[in-house]
């Protein structure tokens, strides 16, 4: 099974920038779809944005324009820039295997520990 660290959270200031990182063991070419998720307190864990082999992202409507996914398959790593931070954002985000048409997490019983960010001024 291929094992997921998230890394890059911390505290920000409403409107500001953090980027997330998603290492991945093993190649991240052969995953066909991955994605970011969040779970804000006392809420489920929602779907951010997605991102395929070829490149094709997806945004929750509550992140378009602000967030951008991205892969560097020759790191084997993913990432989450996220801009323009608002203080709904604030929550624990992980990264998993997706599937590749609807973004929902392939491997729904395994989670890695998350990074939590915080947005509060």
């Known amino acids: 099974q291929v094992q997921l660290v998230e890394s890059g959270g911390g505290l920000v200031q409403p409107g500001g920038s953090l980027r997330l990182s998603c290492a991945v063991s093993?190649?991240?070419?052969?995953?066909?779809?991955m994605g970011w998720y969040r779970q804000a307190p006392g809420k489920q864990r929602e779907l951010v944005a997605f991102?395929?082999?070829?490149?094709?992202?997806n945004y929750a409507d509550s992140v378009k324009g602000r967030f951008t996914i991205s892969r560097d398959n020759a790191k084997d790593t993913m990432y989450l820039q996220m801009n323009s931070l608002k203080p709904e954002d604030t929550a624990v985000y992980y990264c998993?295997?997706?599937?590749?048409?609807?973004?929902?997490?392939?491997?729904?019983?395994?989670w890695g520990q998350g990074t939590q960010v915080t947005v509060s001024s």
């Open positions: 998993n295997v997706a599937d590749s048409n609807t973004g929902v997490a392939r491997n729904a019983d395994y």
């Open positions: 093993g190649s991240i070419f052969s995953i066909p779809a």
């Open positions: 991102i395929t082999r070829g490149g094709r992202t």
